[in-house]
């Protein structure tokens, strides 16, 4: 009978026992899990702020194109003195006949140049304008853009041939005969470009162009400061990532 009641109490110690065991070992795995969950928590929070960083380069490349193609219409309008909207209106034009920008505006410069230092009467860029029924102190005086606007809609009035090759390399250099498609377009073109060639029009493009321009310069400004921030958020995670380790460890 004593036997049995002592059996019985060691039996019952031992159940105790193993609650208290069973109970010390729930804490130790719960505040084990809030560490990890704690250490994961400030290692998200850390990681998210390194990706809000990481994210300049993502908006950056989303729109990088369309903001250096507008922003490269600032540069360009500065070097040939055309306006945005009409170098944006050439440059859509020129992609029908793979004509690039940068071979437009070296055009344009090359028939400014041409006809500062040329004269009605003198070889070259004079004699085609003549030729072209047109007025060469009236073109000169006109901004780069409407001269090739007129240029190109009296060219079209002429029939191809070596004369108006002749008369492209007079006016626009040795790469005036590959230049002819995109004339021909830019003549047909001439009424539709006009129009949208408004002050309005040519005011809101070359704000849009500046605007685009000192945006691309931000970026750049804004990349730079940025690699700064992300050493310094890596770094900043480290003690984070080493407690949850530490804990997963410990569990």
Avoid: C
């Amino acid at each position: 009978m004593i036997a049995a009641a002592v059996e019985m109490q060691l039996t019952m110690l031992g159940i105790e026992q193993l609650k208290k065991d069973m109970s010390d070992a729930q804490g130790a795995v719960g505040n084990a899990m809030q560490g990890i969950e704690s250490a994961v928590g400030y290692a998200k929070q850390a990681f998210g702020m390194f990706l809000g960083v990481a994210s300049v380069d993502a908006f950056a490349n989303m729109i990088k194109g369309s903001i250096d193609a507008t922003g490269a219409l600032h540069d360009m309008a500065i070097q040939t003195g055309a306006s945005e909207a009409a170098l944006g209106q050439f440059r859509a034009l020129g992609a029908y006949t793979e004509t690039a920008i940068d071979s437009i505006t070296g055009a344009m410069g090359k028939l400014s140049k041409n006809l500062i230092n040329g004269s009605e009467d003198s070889k070259g860029a004079g004699i085609a304008i003549k030729a072209l029924g047109l007025d060469f102190d009236t073109i000169k005086q006109m901004k780069p853009e409407d001269q090739m606007l007129a240029i190109a809609a009296s060219m079209n009035t002429f029939a191809d041939g070596t004369d108006k090759s002749a008369a492209a390399q007079a006016l626009w250099g040795k790469e005036g005969a590959r230049m002819l498609p995109f004339i021909k377009d830019l003549g047909d073109s001439f009424d539709v470009i006009t129009a949208k060639l408004s002050d309005e029009e040519v005011a809101l493009k070359k704000t849009q162009a500046a605007m685009a321009d000192a945006f691309g310069d931000n970026l750049i400004a804004i990349k730079k400061e940025s690699d700064g921030w992300k050493k310094d958020l890596a770094t900043g995670m480290t003690p984070a990532l080493y407690e949850a380790s530490a804990a997963f460890l410990d569990v």
